[in-house]
């Protein structure tokens, strides 16, 4: 996993697929674009641009001069157990572009189930919640948490259901977690 906060400048050299945070909204940002990286967490990066905080996927990393990020791998004949380790790996590459942290330290992971198919493919479901029922970034998080999941090999689908029973409250967070962000 890697973490880093930044202010490494960028150039777009393409037109890129962004996300507006915290609004959630989608938006391109053309080729010539300039700014800054913030964060660059699980492949994926916030960068500042024009006084504004976009997302950019970790598959469109190419246009700011970044590589992509290598899919997850199996072993041959991978357990059910197998591939819902590598699932709470995937959750740990998922981060909230405003908080530094991954959402399984962040208390937003409350289930994550591996369900064996025919044919050896497999469903995940996961159970999740968000930091704030209001959050504009959730539909983009939980977008990021299902095609993460769908990566894994044998996994044909991955589901999400949100939920804000029980509401977050900073306690759900790792230890190392709120040390991270200075909550003690």
């Not at 202010?7 to 962004?18: L, Q």
């Not at 509401?167 to 962000?181: D, I, N, S, Y």
Request: charged share 25%.
């Amino acid at each position: 996993m890697s973490y880093s906060r930044t202010s490494e400048p960028v150039k777009f050299v393409r037109d890129c697929d962004v996300v507006m945070v915290p609004q959630g909204e989608a938006v391109t940002l053309p080729a010539g674009s300039t700014g800054y990286i913030t964060q660059a967490l699980g492949g994926s990066y916030t960068v500042f641009v024009e006084g504004n905080l976009f997302r950019i996927a970790g598959h469109d990393g190419d246009a700011i001069g970044k590589a992509p990020i290598p899919k997850p791998e199996l072993p041959e004949g991978a357990s059910d157990d197998d591939v819902e380790l590598l699932a709470w790996n995937q959750l740990r590459t998922c981060f909230d572009p405003e908080i530094p942290v991954n959402i399984v330290d962040l208390g937003l992971v409350y289930d994550c189930h591996v369900e064996h198919r025919e044919e050896g493919t497999r469903r995940i479901m996961v159970r999740m919640t968000l930091t704030a029922p209001g959050c504009g970034m959730g539909e983009v998080l939980v977008q990021d948490v299902r095609s993460k999941l769908e990566l894994i090999p044998t996994v044909v689908e991955a589901d999400v259901d949100l939920s804000f029973d029980p509401p977050w409250t900073q306690a759900m967070m790792t230890e190392a977690a709120r040390l991270q962000v200075g909550m003690f």
